[in-house]
């Protein structure tokens, strides 16, 4: 058929076109920002913690017993919870990946320098590395000799005088690129620290929007205070159970203290994630939603137009037209009003990221999501018009001579 008759029909009905344009370009915009930000919550969901997740289970202590020696406690303790069967590994730190128990400082490569990163300052007893299963890939691990305590007295004072740190890959390629990081100095608090070796991946306690998620450092700091998080490892099928007998085992050498959050890493994920699920769920529902909204508008546009026109199929159809021609006729159409949604809803779709870029620290809208919503809406919308134009091309060429 001639483009001519189309666009005079567009043309005559222009605020009902305006108006489905506009529902196009207003659904385009807010469903390719929420596939952004539901893709880079799963992709965040999914990031490797870095510790042997299968293997860990924790139990945080806070003792009330204001004369007791923490260092001598978690000595004890740890040497009560070694004693388990099945476990493999035990130590006291002070933090974990998904725990919110966040202690950063600024990261500086010269002495008096402006930070050039923050990262977290990971703190526990000896073997901590080992018991967490980090991958150590540069360098060497703490020796006994570099401990010392984190002086929580002292607003954690320690780390003005620790010698050596391990950090994460992803720091030392933020802080040295393309460099050999190992003996290089950094400055975490008012003396250098000489970093000693490399992990595969470390996350921080508190996950944000930005790149440095897996800033970390390992401190060889005693935790020197009540409140503690002890770690075991052991086989996965054990976890149950050791878990219940250090509780019971840590209860048996001090009643005089509150034991909680007993549970598996895994566990600690699920809890840490719990919120972001959620609103992947509502996110979904909302686009799907507005998504079902937008066919029922270009269906039932459709169907109106197929009723207001049925004398002028027939007529086409009584001189020549098929139905494929009739079928092909009101595909198009929907493709160019779709289309023109599209080409409004993708300067929407970076001026709604802007605002939530400015206000709620969201990346920014990946380039790969305008196309693959265009296709979306396309295919949407053919969807939505199959029905009527279908009924559309079934109109007999006699309805021409019956006057509608």
């Known amino acids: 058929m001639r483009r001519s008759p189309m666009l005079a029909s567009l043309t005559r009905h222009k605020l009902t076109v305006l108006l489905l344009i506009l529902q196009v370009g207003f659904t385009c915009a807010i ?33 009330v017993d204001e004369h007791n020696d923490p260092l001598v406690r978690h000595t004890s303790d740890l040497a009560a919870l070694r004693q388990i069967t099945g476990v493999t590994a035990a130590v006291a730190v002070d933090a974990l990946p998904f725990n919110s ?8 490569t010269e002495p008096g320098g402006n930070a050039a990163v923050t990262a977290t300052a990971f703190n526990g007893t000896p073997g901590e590395r080992q018991a967490l299963g980090l991958r150590l890939v540069a360098g060497r691990d703490f020796l006994p ?25 992803a720091l030392a390629d933020r802080l040295f690129p393309g460099q050999d990081p190992l003996g290089r100095l950094i400055y975490p608090g008012d003396g250098p620290v000489r970093i000693v070796g490399v992990v595969d991946h470390l996350l921080r306690p508190t996950l944000d929007e930005s790149a440095g998620n897996d800033y970390s450092t390992l401190l060889p700091l005693l935790p020197d205070s009540g409140n503690v998080i002890y770690v075991l490892r052991s086989a996965p099928s054990e976890r149950g159970r050791v878990l219940k007998q250090a509780t019971e085992a840590l209860t048996r ?26 609103m992947i769920g509502l996110l979904l529902a909302a686009a799907g939603g507005l998504l ?62 802007l605002v939530l870029m400015e206000h709620y620290a969201l990346r920014r809208l ?14 949407l919308g053919q969807l939505a018009v199959l029905g009527p134009a279908l009924r559309a091309a079934a109109v007999p060429p006699v309805v021409a001579t019956r006057g509608g």
Not at 145 to 169: C, F, K, M, Q
Request: aromatic share 10%; charged share 15%.
């Open 101 to 108: 128990n966040n202690w950063s400082n600024g990261i500086a």
């Open 292 to 353: 079902l909204v937008t066919a029922a508008g270009i269906a039932g546009l459709a169907s109106f137009w197929v009723q207001q026109r049925r004398q002028a199929i027939g007529i086409r159809r009584a001189v020549g037209a098929t139905r494929e021609n009739i079928l092909h006729y009101f595909q198009l159409e929907n493709f160019l009003i779709v289309s023109g949604g599209i080409v409004l809803g993708v300067v929407l779709a970076f001026a709604l990221n």
């Open 366 to 379: 990946p380039w790969f999501y305008l196309p693959t919503g265009a296709v979306a809406l396309w295919l």
């Open 253 to 278: 050498l001090n009643s005089n203290r509150v034991l909680r959050h007993g549970q598996t890493f895994e566990q600690l994920r699920a809890d840490y994630f719990s919120r972001d699920r959620s």
């Open 31 to 63: 469903v390719c920002n929420v596939a952004s930000m539901i893709g880079h919550r799963t992709t965040q969901m999914r990031q490797p913690s870095g510790v042997a997740e299968d293997e860990l289970v924790m139990l945080e202590s806070i003792s």
């Open 145 to 169: 000799d570099e401990y010392l305590p984190i002086d929580s007295a002292h607003d954690w004072s320690g780390i003005n005088h620790v010698a050596a740190t391990i950090i994460t890959r």
